[in-house]
């Protein structure tokens, strides 16, 4: 008999979330009965760390999965995490990790990625699912850069973030 595989984690540092990561969510749940989220600390990203804290990060998922109806469906649940991703998984008992690829750039990130998780834990598998066309151009700096110029952002992101994003920029937008 097959080994199904019934918990995921989608990781991400999610600074902010975007349409597209919940998308890339709902899709996990809609693929597999558990999904967590795991929202990486990301302390040195970029040389310069997060625009958001952990706990804003984490907070802003929850309502964000809220608030698209994503929670609704059951299953899912967003999670702090520090260290490697696969003593998270472990931890968890999830035997996936979920991400999505906009580009063939991102594409060759993440096979580095799923590749040294496949030495670090060989039982962990890698699930790739495309982006949705519609969300294949968005990213979280691009968010964050907007919001700080006072563009348009709501047709990136949830609206609970756009009222984060305007609070910590201080723009109108």
Do not use: W
């Amino acid at each position: 008999m097959p080994n199904h595989i019934q918990h995921v984690v989608v990781p991400g540092t999610f600074d902010p979330v975007t349409l597209g990561h919940v998308d890339v969510i709902n899709r996990a749940r809609h693929l597999f009965p558990q999904v967590t989220v795991a929202v990486a600390e990301s302390r040195t990203k970029r040389g310069i760390g997060t625009a958001f804290s952990l706990e804003e990060r984490v907070d802003m998922l929850r309502e964000a999965l809220d608030e698209q109806g994503v929670s609704s469906l059951g299953g899912v649940s967003v999670l702090p995490f520090t260290g490697l991703l696969v003593d998270f998984c472990r931890q968890q008992g999830a035997g996936g990790v979920v991400k999505g690829l906009r580009a063939m750039t991102d594409f060759e990130s993440e096979l580095q990625q799923a590749d040294l998780n496949a030495q670090l834990a060989p039982d962990l598998e890698s699930v790739f699912v495309m982006s949705n066309p519609g969300y294949g151009y968005v990213s979280s700096s691009i968010v964050r850069e907007l919001a700080l110029l006072g563009g348009p952002v709501e047709m990136l992101v949830p609206a609970c973030v756009v009222r984060r994003l305007r609070e910590h920029y201080g723009t109108e937008g």
